[in-house]
Nanobody, 124 residues
Framework: QVRLIESGGGLVQAGGSLRLSCSAS????????MGWFRQAPGKEREFVST????????LYADSVKGRFTISRDNAENTVFLQMDSLRPEDTAVYYC?????????????????WGQGTQVTVSS
């Protein structure tokens, strides 16, 4: 059974930083593309960032480009999201997700497994 567990969320002031982690288990982590999505209250889930199996390709939403960095450690079965220069509009529940393919994707329907999410709140 594939499990994804996010951690690292919390409350931070605008301009601050957080580092989210997503620990995966249940299958060979290094074979699959991973992504981060977020959902703010009253809004639909949206794409944040994605990374392919070998870390040779990454993609970011325009809203986070230059502020967030996705990375992965295949030896530790973990994907990270470093979030800098946080803004109040970044407040959301952040989810990590795993594909059944090696490539990255910005589309939520191309992900098979999802974590439970971690809350990020940015105060102004």
């Amino acid at each position: 059974q594939v499990r994804l567990i996010e951690s690292g969320g919390g409350l931070v002031q605008a301009g601050g930083s957080l580092r989210l982690s997503c620990s995966a288990s249940g299958r060979t982590f290094s074979d699959f593309g991973m992504g981060w999505f977020r959902q703010a209250p009253g809004k639909e889930r949206e794409f944040v960032s994605t990374i392919n199996w070998s870390s040779t390709f990454t993609l970011y939403a325009d809203s986070v480009k230059g502020r967030f960095t996705i990375s992965r450690d295949n030896a530790e079965n973990t994907v990270f999201l470093q979030m800098d220069s946080l803004r109040p509009e970044d407040t959301a529940v952040y989810y990590c997700a795993s594909r059944d393919f090696r490539g990255a994707s910005r589309y939520s329907y191309e992900y098979t497994y999802w974590g439970q999410g971690t809350q990020v709140t940015v105060s102004s």
